[in-house]
């Protein structure tokens, strides 16, 4: 039987509260050692991404009070996400199309994990990967 997101994601993952700071935020991001959360509301419905170079970027860089803007503020959407019993190929494509490199892993409006490059690329033929995370590389920049 051919693997799924749900045989290879990250469980367990966190996110970010949309009225959280962004220095909340950045204290997360590093106590979890990870480049990106997804930002969700009180219900817990993702509705953004918040990255590391978004605190540098768009805080920082522009003399933002980290302690003032809110990860909501920031948060990139809408979000590319996948299923637990979406195919490896399926999410591979659809790193491609959207130019990221990790995805969120939903059940209905529920975060259940998350699933990079790098675990597909560990756990697909080498070919396969290669030629899918080229691409995904190209297309983010």
């Known amino acids: ?5 749900g045989d290879i994601m990250t469980s367990g993952a966190e ?9 909340d935020a950045a204290r997360r991001l590093a106590e979890q050692d990870v ?10 419905t993702i509705h953004g991404m918040l990255t590391d170079r978004d605190v540098v970027v768009k805080v920082i860089a522009e003399g933002r ?5 809110t990860a909501g503020e920031l948060a990139e959407g809408p979000v590319a996400t ?3 019993d979406d195919s490896l190929e399926d999410a591979l494509k659809r790193m491609a199309r959207e130019g ?3 995805l969120p892993v939903v059940e209905g409006d529920d975060l259940v994990g998350m699933v990079s490059q790098g675990d597909l690329a560990r756990a ?18």
């Not at 009070?65 to 803007?69: A, F």
Request: proline share 8%; charged share 20%; with cysteine.
């Open 65 to 69: 009070d980290p302690g003032e803007v």
């Open 100 to 102: 990221v490199r990790r």
């Open 35 to 44: 480049g990106a959360m997804p930002v969700c509301d009180a219900g817990g």
């Open 124 to 141: 697909l033929p080498q070919e396969q990967a290669a030629k899918v995370l080229e691409a995904v590389s190209a297309s983010s920049g």
């Open 82 to 84: 996948v299923n637990p």
């Open 1 to 5: 039987m051919a693997q799924t997101v």
């Open 15 to 23: 996110s970010i509260g949309d009225n959280d700071t962004i220095l």
